[in-house]
Nanobody, 120 residues
Framework: QVQLVESGGGLVQAGGSLRLNCAAS????????MGWYRQAPGKQRELVAG???????NYADSVKGRFTISRDNAKNMVYLQMDSLKPEDTAVYYC??????????????WGQGTQVTVSS
């Protein structure tokens, strides 16, 4: 099994910055794609940013130019630097990873989520 634990959420004023961290642990053989999703109250969960193992990235249009995703393969970590935050960025942010365990079982894993609240 693979466990994902997010940290770094909180309350920030509009225009401010936050950095989210996600640590993967467990019976990991290899982590392939990783990403950050978010879910605001009454809305569906949506992809915010994704990154492949070799560092190719993609972003939702709403966060392009403001958010930056990165990862450290040696530490099994993924990060989301969020700048110029807006009230509409308020949501629970979830870390996601596509991973292979030491038994070579592939799966998609989720963290428990971290709250980001941006005040106007």
């Amino acid at each position: 099994q693979v466990q994902l634990v997010e940290s770094g959420g909180g309350l920030v004023q509009a225009g401010g910055s936050l950095r989210l961290n996600c640590a993967a642990s467990g019976s990991i053989f290899r982590i392939n794609a990783m990403g950050w999703y978010r879910q605001a109250p009454g809305k569906q969960r949506e992809l915010v940013a994704g990154i492949t193992r070799v560092g190719s990235t993609n972003y939702a249009d709403s966060v392009k130019g403001r958010f930056t995703i990165s990862r450290d393969n040696a530490k099994n970590m993924v990060y989301l630097q969020m700048d110029s935050l807006k009230p509409e960025d308020t949501a629970v942010y979830y870390c996601n990873a596509e991973a292979e365990t030491v038994n070579l079982v592939r799966g998609r894993y989720w963290g428990q989520g971290t709250q980001v609240t941006v005040s106007s």
